[in-house]
């Protein structure tokens, strides 16, 4: 499946909070919606989930008008919206028959879902009792309860520690493995790079970066290079280069940074030479990388200002 976001734009009355927003999420690969507070992110996901209607644009499903009584969609919230003093498996239950499944399915669904996330104990608890990240579980199980199309997931790993998000992590990627369209928006930027191919950023309510990770961090200049020295020889290593006129004449910048090297290149296209430089030394070499940036720091540069 493919959902198509064309110059979807949204006004509250006279401030426009998203400005032709357009982007594409195809099935099977987890899709990350990104932006800071205020980015109007919450809007176009509430416009998805049909919560609110676009002053104008349109939203496509395999290159048709989007037909949400012919499809199932799952939506977890930033704001929770479960009921702290209901049981968890009666209100897993209930939620899952508002959504068209009958009793026993939803039953036998609920109690996987409490099994895979290792909740099981919690069933014939009031979810007030649980802890923050126990009851973040229980809103993603009642997410996707209901076998979704489409599954949409506003800050799904608050609150948890890295157990609990491993474990939501891999029953997200199981939706995607079943071809799912997942999206998500989360401000934990180290999930959303383990997690996702595709990125969309927007900021003050238009996009202002889409993409493949992978592609971004390749668009940045690739002159910026980590050297590690066998056994830390970071300085003996530095010793060796800093005189030699093959090294001055393409290298910037050099620092050692604990026990490896910081090379800016003055061309990009001199790494060849560098590792030809490098093999000639008497000091052995563990590793040799491009420095990428991170997602955090492009997320920085792209939505900071």
């Known amino acids: 499946m493919e959902l198509q976001v064309k110059d979807l734009c949204k006004s509250f009355g006279t401030k426009q909070v998203l400005k032709d927003i357009s982007f594409t999420v195809n099935s099977g690969e987890a899709f990350g919606y990104l932006g800071r507070n205020g980015a109007g992110k919450t809007t176009s996901i509430r416009i998805l989930a049909d919560i609110f209607r676009a002053d104008s644009g349109?939203?496509?499903?395999d290159n048709k008008p989007i037909d949400r009584s012919k499809i199932r969609l799952g939506y977890l919230p930033e704001e929770r919206g479960l009921y702290p003093k209901s049981k968890v498996g009666e209100q897993m239950i209930y939620?899952?028959?508002?959504?068209?499944?009958?009793?026993?399915?939803a039953k036998k669904s609920a109690q996987q879902l409490l099994e895979k996330l290792e909740a099981t104990e919690?069933?014939?608890?009031?979810l007030e009792t649980l802890s923050k990240g126990n009851q973040q579980k229980i809103q993603l199980a009642i997410a996707v309860l209901h076998d979704p199309d489409i599954v949409i997931l506003d800050e799904p790993f608050s609150g948890l520690d890295p157990v609990n998000a491993k474990m939501?992590?891999?029953?997200?990627?199981?939706?995607?493995?079943?071809?799912k369209l997942v999206m998500f928006s989360s401000h934990e930027m180290s999930y959303v790079e383990q997690f996702c191919e595709h990125i969309c950023i927007i900021n003050k309510g238009m996009v202002a970066l889409d993409g493949r990770i992978k592609e971004i961090k390749r668009s940045y200049p690739r002159n910026n290079i980590s050297i590690l020295p066998e056994n830390g020889n970071a300085d003996a290593l530095m010793k060796s280069v800093s005189n030699l006129a093959n090294w001055n004449s393409m290298v910037a910048s050099s620092k050692i940074c604990g026990e490896e090297i910081i090379v800016n290149l003055l061309d990009a296209k001199d790494k060849c030479k560098l590792?030809?430089?490098?093999?000639s030394q008497p000091v052995g070499i563990d590793s040799v990388q491009v420095i990428e940036p991170n997602l955090e720091e492009i997320f920085v540069e792209t939505a900071g200002n």
């Open 58 to 61: 349109e939203i496509l499903l």
């Open 95 to 105: 939620i899952a028959e508002l959504r068209g499944m009958n009793r026993s399915a």
């Open 122 to 126: 919690y069933w014939d608890k009031k």
């Open 168 to 179: 939501l992590r891999d029953l997200v990627s199981e939706q995607v493995a079943k071809g």
């Open 275 to 279: 590792l030809q430089l490098l093999a």
